[in-house]
């Protein structure tokens, strides 16, 4: 079974404790999560320990 965040952790992520703020701020983190029937937001471990997007490439502008 894969490790979910603690109701504390998930706290401490997003700074929410109601379950539609913690969802739209983990959006905007990019974090994957679910609501569960139980109104809990669910967030597995590994989602925060490797992206699940991955972040866009900067490349350099050159100067004309």
Same mark, same amino acid.
């Given at each position: 079974?894969?490790?979910?965040?603690?109701?504390?952790?998930?706290?401490? /992520?997003? @700074?929410? #404790? #109601?379950?539609?703020e913690?969802?739209?701020?983990?959006?905007? /983190?990019?974090?994957?999560?679910? #609501?569960? @029937?139980?109104?809990?937001?669910?967030?597995?471990?590994?989602? /925060?320990?490797?992206p699940?997007?991955?972040?866009?490439?900067? @490349?350099?502008?050159?100067?004309?």
């Amino acid at each position: 079974m894969q490790e979910i965040l603690s109701d504390a952790e998930l706290y401490e /992520l997003t @700074r929410y #404790r #109601r379950a539609a703020e913690q969802l739209r701020a983990l959006k905007e /983190l990019g974090v994957p999560a679910r #609501r569960m @029937r139980d109104n809990t937001v669910r967030v597995l471990r590994m989602h /925060l320990v490797v992206p699940a997007v991955p972040s866009p490439t900067i @490349r350099p502008k050159l100067k004309l």
